[in-house]
């Protein structure tokens, strides 16, 4: 693989780290900024909604930029709203800053996802999607964690000044000028935002976009509820939390390693996570199996998230602008419904394993959805013309 995907791998694991991160400092930040706890937390909320508003605009409006220099710019953005969030002693200023880095987030995705791609062969392609994804599966499983460690050791300003540093080098060489840039630019220059619409109208496309969404939607509803189940559920210490997350984290990272190299078969591997879920909440309650199937959940989901992402990208082949960013907004919508819906449900109950049960209806309607959108492609093929 180039070094430049390794280098917008970096970029993704700085971006994911911020984009999590705030969820282990929201009490320090409370009480620094004389915030209610709640008011801490919607920042998290914030980011997630700014990347599923600004992901398409931000594409659109850098869809006529050479992708180096539009690179460029949403990196050296991203590390000013950072500085300027770690120095700020005011609430209303930190969440404009959190805005801003969703939304320039939302755009370095969108430019990075199909730049990846141009990178390499076109039988490298999941390949090089799967290194641009583990940024944010490395982000779960070592960045969110060393900011809250950070953060208590030194304060919450610290995790932002980190981010800000952690993206320093990524910047830096996306300047550099590279070989590649002498060769014709991937993105032509008479991009047509309304072709690229109408490319992206594609049924197998939409059925893709909402299938991620699905997916992504079941992993964080269990994801944000595992730490809960844990220790009010199966009886851990809260020591043993980290671990758990840990666990799943690096299945995760392996899924998404695993899918760049191997085809994974959508169909069966949509079949097994609503049972893969099923069976977690089932045996929940027993230490050993959670900490097995939170690792195998992780893989499976990340496994198929990026394969999906693959999928759309290869599905849209006139919609080089654009693709990436309906994919963002896919899997960020299901990143901030999940938990949403989870913790809708699990209140009107006495257990927190109704979150993994929530999990488990996402993901069962994601097969469903693939049944349905491959009946109806074969009634059209087999019509008469």
Same mark, same amino acid.
């Given at each position: ?145 060393? #900011? ?6 030194? $304060?919450?300003? *610290? =995790? &932002?000044? +980190?981010? @800000?540093? /952690?993206?320093?080098? %990524? ?63 199966? #009886? ?6 980290? $671990?758990?997350? *840990? =666990? &799943?984290? +690096?299945? @995760?990272? /392996?899924?998404?390693? %695993? ?75 299901? =990143? &901030? ?49």
């Amino acid at each position: 693989m180039p070094l430049f995907l390794h280098v917008l791998a970096l970029a993704v694991f700085a971006q994911g780290t911020s984009e999590f991160m705030l969820s282990g400092l929201v009490p320090d930040l409370a009480h620094d900024l004389h915030v209610s706890p709640a008011a801490a937390a919607g920042l998290t909320a914030a980011y997630a909604v700014g990347m599923i508003i600004s992901a398409p605009l931000m594409a659109a409006a850098g869809a006529r930029w050479p992708r180096r220099p539009a690179l460029a710019g949403f990196l050296a953005a991203f590390v000013l709203v950072h500085v300027l969030g770690a120095l700020t002693t005011d609430f209303a200023v930190l969440f404009a800053t959190r805005a801003i880095a969703a939304v320039v987030n939302a755009g370095f995705l969108a430019v990075a996802l199909p730049h990846a791609g141009s990178l390499v062969p076109a039988a490298h392609r999941a390949r090089a999607t799967a290194l641009l994804l583990s940024g944010v599966t490395l982000a779960c499983v070592v960045g969110v964690p060393a #900011g809250a460690l950070l953060g208590t050791a030194y $304060g919450w300003r *610290a =995790a &932002f000044w +980190a981010v @800000a540093a /952690l993206c320093l080098p %990524a910047l830096l060489l996306v300047l550099r000028p590279a070989p590649a840039d002498h060769r014709p630019p991937a993105r032509p220059a008479n991009v047509s935002l309304r072709r690229e619409l109408t490319a992206l109208r594609s049924r197998p496309l939409r059925a893709t976009l909402a299938i991620a969404a699905l997916v992504n939607g079941a992993t964080f509803a269990g994801f944000a509820f595992l730490a809960v189940i844990a220790t009010d559920h199966t #009886g851990l210490p809260p020591a043993a939390v980290p $671990g758990l997350l *840990a =666990a &799943f984290g +690096a299945g @995760a990272f /392996l899924g998404v390693t %695993a899918a760049g190299r191997t085809t994974l078969r959508l169909p069966l591997a949509l079949a097994a996570l609503p049972a893969g879920w099923a069976l977690t909440a089932a045996l929940g309650a027993y230490p050993v199996p959670l900490f097995l199937l939170a690792a195998a959940q992780g893989a499976l989901s990340f496994a198929l998230g990026t394969t999906l992402v693959t999928r759309t990208l290869h599905l849209a082949p006139a919609a080089p602008s654009l693709s990436g960013a309906f994919a963002t907004v896919a899997l960020n919508t299901g =990143a &901030f419904a999940g938990p949403l819906l989870a913790a809708a449900t699990t209140t009107h109950t006495t257990t927190p394993l109704t979150a993994l049960w929530t999990s488990t209806a996402l993901a069962a309607a994601a097969p469903a959805c693939w049944a349905a959108t491959r009946r109806m492609e074969g009634a059209r093929r087999g019509a008469p013309h």
